[in-house]
């Protein structure tokens, strides 16, 4: 592949040298110092990288000054040499990376540069490329010339491991800091004492496309007639899933088929004028990294900031951007600052939208307990003075409360449709109609309608592990809403998906050395002598492990607190569930104890002593004995306890309808995604497309240089057509003010 070197004008040359973040200090200083009237210097940019990328540089060039020497370019914790191959570089971490090379120009003809992911993640990323950098004219002087190539490392992150036990730690140390930080200090609070940041984002006239972030809505323009926008929600895990989705949202237009249609109807849609991130942007808890890896770098390798048009972005947060106060989400959307190839508008963490065709979109941001604080209230109260008659509303939420007030509600009195309805009927009142609510959170698509074709929509599909379908459902909900057949993916997939989990132990491995330790410590609190006992004196086995322990108090505590353990675990939303099942589960673990432990010691006592006592004693409590079986106990425990949690995930949630998230979460799926695009057409009706992936790629190709689009493209599944997940919704505008809201199932293709 060949590429015409690009030549950088003196100024930018020496800013770009100033304030590229991927020099090091003293780098961009001595290369600043370098650039003179005299030399030239020349930029290329080579997009995405993984971590473990080696660039492998060589010379073409007749003079003797043919060996690429690496001294002048800097090393970083980005970029590092490879020892003894002077012409490699190694990419070491995710960061801005460069290479500046300086060479006196007469001899050289061209740089030759081959790419190849040789470490980490070489199975998933195909980047093996020859780039041939060449010059549009000779040289004609003997000044000297700059080599630069830029480049963004990226490390794509793996799905998150939920049950791996440090996992769980700190999640569970995030959850407890954050609520009581969330309850103390209300970060809402300070965004409303920023300046100009009660106002409404108006769409109805053409925004102004520019480059610059600041740059400001259009007034002048005409008026808008059509807009796209994208909706999207619980995005930020692991990369297959979450880039596949940041992937298509990136594409200026998409094909979808309609599968459900005998004749496959096609439908050309376009990306986003607008994306809308639906809440829990990131997993597993916000902090600036996570939020790198996980949303920043997959989006920025899809769509980097270029090009005269950019889309804008909205973010509502939900609870997973919650865990660090909202302080990364304000970085991150607040400052209207460039997200990847999108503008950020907003200054706080909710925001209304005034669309064409006499259409809102209000997002809010609910916090950690469900509430909308005051000034999100005035704010709202603001904007709805802005709305008329006949104008229609979308309201976006990070979690569905519709569901979860008709699921948990009755259990605990904090799941309710309060905010939504106080929105609707208090704040928006009379002045508009609310005609759909959307939603994140679960991670699958579902949706209700009303009889007067009010929709309530579940499309958390972004690139989170995914929810069941089954299970956990409510089929009506109050107010006349009915749960529409086809909820994606389909009910009997999510049965056949939940399956997996007796296969726990290996797709949690890590979560076995939990259990491991935990039977092997139990064992230990009580160290009953049981080795003598076959299996026809299991009774008497039973009775001496139970004599044993309640002798010992510190078996005693020791086992109430993993009882404590278990229930704490347990379902939260329902409390007889949490006792009766909590309790059931705690024993089931300390039976699998008791017989492991058993059999380790019996094999111990009553087999390898009467065997090998000659050679080594076996005897109860000797050190051959202790040490036998604690490596068997280690052994079972973490596979019998593992399969245990597996099981129980499993009938919780098939038998049951509990645990939903527990049971999902530990199969960590990244495929059957979803995401919602939607049209505001010229004349105000307003169609949704669900589109859906049930399938994400798993390996990637770093796109040809001279391919426009994403920096990687999928390299085992097609994705240039996908599939709608039902017929596209349309919600028509009133024909009158007073006039009920017709919707439309399935309108003709539009191409
Ligand atoms: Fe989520």
Same mark, same amino acid.
């Given at each position: 592949?060949?590429?015409?070197?690009?030549?950088?004008?003196?100024?930018?040359?020496?800013?770009?040298?100033?304030?590229?973040?991927?020099?090091?200090?003293?780098?961009?200083? !001595?290369?600043?110092?370098?650039?003179?009237?005299?030399?030239?210097?020349?930029?290329?940019?080579?997009?995405?990288?993984?971590?473990?990328?080696?660039?492998?540089?060589?010379?073409?060039?007749?003079?003797?000054?043919?060996?690429?020497?690496?001294?002048?370019? +800097?090393?970083?914790?980005?970029?590092?040499?490879? !020892?003894?191959?002077?012409?490699?570089?190694?990419?070491?971490?995710?960061?801005?990376?460069?290479?500046?090379?300086?060479?006196?120009?007469?001899?050289?003809?061209?740089?030759?540069?081959?790419?190849?992911?040789?470490? !980490?993640?070489?199975?998933?990323?195909?980047?093996?490329?020859?780039?041939?950098?060449?010059?549009?004219?000779?040289?004609?002087?003997?000044?000297?010339?700059?080599?630069?190539?830029?480049?963004?490392?990226?490390?794509?992150?793996?799905?998150?491991?939920?049950?791996?036990?440090?996992?769980?730690?700190?999640?569970?140390?995030?959850?407890?800091?954050?609520?009581?930080?969330?309850?103390?200090?209300?970060?809402?609070?300070?965004?409303?004492?920023?300046?100009?940041?009660?106002?409404?984002?108006?769409?109805?006239?053409?925004?102004?496309?520019?480059?610059?972030?600041?740059?400001?809505?259009?007034?002048?323009? +005409?008026?808008?007639?059509?807009?796209?926008?994208?909706?999207?929600?619980?995005?930020?895990?692991?990369?297959?899933?979450?880039?596949?989705?940041?992937?298509?949202?990136?594409?200026?237009?998409?094909?979808?088929?309609?599968?459900?249609?005998?004749?496959?109807?096609?439908?050309?849609?376009?990306?986003?004028?607008?994306?809308?991130?639906?809440?829990?942007?990131?997993?597993?808890?916000?902090?600036?990294?996570?939020?790198?890896?996980?949303?920043?770098?997959?989006?920025?390798?899809?769509?980097?900031?270029?090009?005269?048009? +950019?889309?804008?972005?909205?973010?509502?947060?939900?609870?997973?951007?919650?865990?660090?106060?909202?302080?990364?989400?304000?970085?991150?959307?607040?400052?209207?600052?460039?997200?990847?190839?999108?503008?950020?508008?907003?200054?706080?963490?909710?925001?209304?939208?005034?669309?064409?065709?006499?259409?809102?979109?209000?997002?809010?941001?609910?916090?950690?307990?469900?509430?909308?604080?005051?000034?999100?209230?005035?704010?709202?109260?603001?904007?709805?003075?802005?709305?008329?008659?006949?104008?229609?509303?979308?309201?976006?939420?990070?979690?569905?409360?519709?569901?979860?007030?008709?699921?948990?509600?009755?259990?605990?009195?904090?799941?309710?449709?309060?905010?939504? $309805?106080?929105?609707?009927?208090?704040?928006?009142?009379?002045?508009?109609?609310?005609?759909?609510?959307?939603?994140?959170?679960?991670?699958?698509?579902?949706?209700?309608?009303?009889?007067?074709?009010?929709?309530?929509?579940?499309?958390?599909?972004?690139?989170?592990?995914?929810?069941?379908?089954?299970?956990?459902?409510?089929?009506?909900?109050?107010?006349?809403?009915?749960?529409?057949?086809?909820?994606?993916?389909?009910?009997?997939?999510?049965?056949?998906?939940?399956?997996?989990?007796? !296969?726990?132990?290996?797709?949690?491995?890590?979560?076995?050395? =939990?259990?491991?330790?935990?039977?092997?410590?139990?064992?230990?609190?009580?160290?009953?002598?049981?080795?003598?006992?076959?299996?026809?004196?299991?009774?008497?086995?039973?009775?001496?492990?139970?004599?044993?322990?309640?002798?010992?108090?510190?078996?005693?505590?020791?086992?109430?607190?993993?009882?404590?353990?278990?229930?704490?675990?347990?379902?939260?939303?329902?409390?007889?569930?949490?006792?009766?099942?909590?309790?059931?589960?705690?024993?089931?673990?300390?039976?699998?104890?008791?017989?492991?432990?058993?059999?380790?010691?019996?094999?111990?006592?009553?087999?390898?002593?009467?065997?090998?006592?000659?050679?080594?004693?076996?005897?109860?409590?000797?050190?051959?004995?202790?040490?036998?079986?604690?490596?068997?106990?280690?052994?079972?425990?973490?596979?019998?306890?593992?399969?245990?949690?597996?099981?129980?995930?499993?009938?919780?949630?098939?038998?049951?309808?509990?645990?939903?998230?527990? $049971?999902?979460?530990?199969?960590?799926?990244?495929?059957?995604?979803?995401?919602?695009?939607?049209?505001?057409?010229?004349?105000?009706? =307003?169609?949704?497309?669900?589109?859906?992936?049930?399938?994400?790629?798993?390996?990637?190709?770093?796109?040809?240089?001279?391919?426009?689009?994403?920096?990687?493209?999928?390299?085992?599944?097609?994705?240039?057509?996908?599939?709608?997940?039902? +017929?596209?919704?349309?919600?028509?505008?009133?024909?009158?003010?007073?006039?009920?809201?017709?919707?439309?199932?399935?309108?003709?293709?539009?191409?």
């Amino acid at each position: 592949m060949e590429i015409v070197f690009k030549s950088l004008p003196h100024d930018d040359a020496l800013s770009f040298a100033r304030e590229y973040m991927g020099f090091t200090a003293e780098f961009s200083y !001595k290369l600043a110092r370098q650039i003179t009237a005299n030399t030239e210097t020349y930029l290329a940019d080579l997009g995405a990288l993984t971590v473990g990328t080696e660039l492998t540089f060589s010379l073409s060039g007749a003079g003797p000054d043919n060996q690429v020497s690496i001294g002048d370019s +800097p090393e970083t914790p980005v970029v590092g040499r490879v !020892k003894n191959r002077p012409n490699v570089f190694r990419l070491l971490a995710s960061g801005d990376g460069v290479i500046a090379l300086t060479r006196n120009p007469t001899s050289i003809e061209q740089w030759n540069i081959h790419l190849q992911t040789v470490k !980490k993640h070489r199975r998933k990323f195909q980047t093996d490329q020859d780039l041939t950098f060449v010059f549009d004219s000779q040289a004609s002087s003997e000044c000297e010339r700059i080599f630069i190539w830029r480049f963004r490392v990226i490390d794509p992150a793996p799905m998150v491991g939920w049950y791996d036990p440090g996992q769980l730690t700190r999640t569970a140390m995030r959850v407890v800091t954050s609520t009581m930080f969330g309850r103390n200090s209300d970060y809402r609070l300070m965004e409303a004492l920023a300046p100009g940041s009660d106002q409404h984002y108006d769409y109805t006239s053409d925004f102004q496309l520019g480059r610059d972030a600041s740059a400001e809505l259009d007034a002048s323009k +005409p008026l808008r007639e059509e807009i796209w926008l994208d909706y999207i929600g619980d995005v930020g895990d692991g990369w297959d899933s979450t880039y596949t989705l940041a992937y298509l949202l990136s594409q200026p237009y998409l094909e979808v088929t309609n599968p459900l249609e005998y004749d496959f109807a096609r439908f050309q849609t376009k990306r986003g004028d607008i994306l809308v991130f639906g809440g829990d942007q990131v997993y597993p808890t916000a902090s600036r990294a996570e939020y790198q890896r996980r949303l920043v770098q997959p989006y920025e390798t899809a769509l980097f900031r270029s090009g005269d048009s +950019p889309p804008h972005v909205y973010a509502i947060p939900g609870n997973h951007d919650w865990y660090d106060s909202l302080v990364s989400f304000s970085r991150l959307f607040c400052q209207k600052r460039w997200f990847a190839g999108w503008q950020t508008k907003q200054q706080r963490s909710y925001f209304a939208l005034r669309l064409p065709g006499r259409w809102w979109l209000l997002g809010t941001d609910v916090q950690l307990d469900s509430d909308i604080d005051v000034p999100q209230i005035d704010y709202f109260r603001e904007v709805a003075t802005h709305m008329q008659p006949g104008d229609q509303v979308i309201i976006c939420t990070a979690e569905p409360h519709w569901v979860y007030a008709k699921l948990y509600g009755k259990d605990d009195a904090n799941f309710n449709e309060n905010n939504l $309805a106080y929105l609707e009927k208090k704040i928006i009142g009379d002045r508009a109609r609310v005609v759909a609510f959307i939603a994140g959170d679960e991670h699958h698509y579902r949706r209700y309608e009303s009889g007067d074709r009010i929709q309530k929509i579940t499309a958390g599909g972004g690139g989170a592990f995914l929810h069941p379908t089954h299970g956990e459902a409510a089929e009506k909900l109050d107010g006349g809403f009915t749960l529409q057949p086809n909820s994606y993916p389909p009910k009997e997939v999510s049965q056949r998906l939940g399956w997996s989990n007796f !296969k726990f132990p290996g797709i949690n491995p890590k979560f076995g050395i =939990l259990t491991a330790i935990l039977y092997v410590l139990t064992a230990w609190t009580v160290m009953a002598n049981v080795g003598g006992f076959g299996l026809s004196k299991i009774w008497q086995a039973i009775k001496t492990t139970l004599s044993t322990a309640m002798v010992s108090p510190g078996a005693v505590f020791w086992i109430l607190a993993l009882f404590i353990g278990f229930l704490m675990f347990t379902d939260t939303h329902s409390k007889r569930y949490r006792v009766v099942a909590g309790t059931l589960h705690g024993l089931t673990h300390l039976l699998a104890t008791f017989f492991i432990g058993w059999t380790a010691a019996y094999i111990s006592v009553s087999l390898l002593h009467p065997w090998l006592g000659h050679w080594m004693r076996f005897s109860f409590k000797s050190p051959g004995q202790l040490t036998f079986s604690l490596i068997f106990m280690l052994a079972f425990g973490w596979l019998i306890g593992s399969l245990i949690m597996g099981i129980y995930l499993f009938i919780s949630l098939n038998v049951f309808g509990h645990h939903a998230n527990e $049971a999902f979460s530990s199969l960590a799926i990244p495929d059957w995604k979803n995401f919602l695009r939607i049209r505001i057409s010229a004349n105000g009706d =307003l169609t949704i497309y669900p589109v859906g992936i049930p399938r994400v790629p798993r390996t990637w190709r770093k796109r040809a240089h001279n391919e426009p689009g994403s920096d990687f493209v999928p390299d085992d599944i097609d994705l240039s057509s996908v599939r709608l997940i039902e +017929p596209p919704i349309t919600i028509k505008r009133p024909a009158s003010e007073t006039d009920p809201i017709p919707v439309e199932a399935a309108p003709a293709p539009n191409s």
